[in-house]
């Protein structure tokens, strides 16, 4: 059974940093592409990052240069690097993964989600 487990968020003034992990079991990782979604209250969810099997990167526009996602294979983990967070990065952040080498349209299994809030 694939289970994922975020940590990481938390309260944040504006402009600080966070790191958030997803730790991956029951699957072989290292075969899937992962992603970082988020959901704002009153929105969808959206994609935030993706990461490809083979360790390419993609961003949302809203995050481009701020964010960065990364993989660790050895420990079944994905990290999501958020820095100069302003209040609209507010939302609950959810990772994902996608039985595919590449990210696809809709996820296979999600995380719990972490709450990051940016306030001072």
């Known amino acids: 059974q694939v289970q994922l487990v975020e940590s990481g968020g938390g309260l944040v003034q504006p402009g600080g940093s966070l790191r958030l992990s997803c730790a991956a079991s029951?699957?072989?990782?290292?075969?899937?592409?992962m992603g970082w979604y988020r959901q704002a209250p009153g929105k969808e969810r959206e994609l935030v990052a993706g990461?490809?099997?083979?360790?390419?990167?993609n961003y949302a526009d809203s995050v481009k240069g701020r964010f960065t996602i990364s993989r660790d294979n050895a420990k079944n983990t994905v990290y999501l690097q958020m820095n100069s967070l302003g209040p609209e990065d507010t939302a609950v952040y959810y990772c994902a993964l996608h039985r595919s080498r590449t990210v696809t349209m809709v996820p296979n299994y999600w995380g719990q989600g972490t709450q990051v809030t940016v306030s001072s």
């Open positions: 990461i490809t099997a083979g360790g390419s990167p």
């Open positions: 029951g699957t072989i990782f290292m075969l899937y592409a």
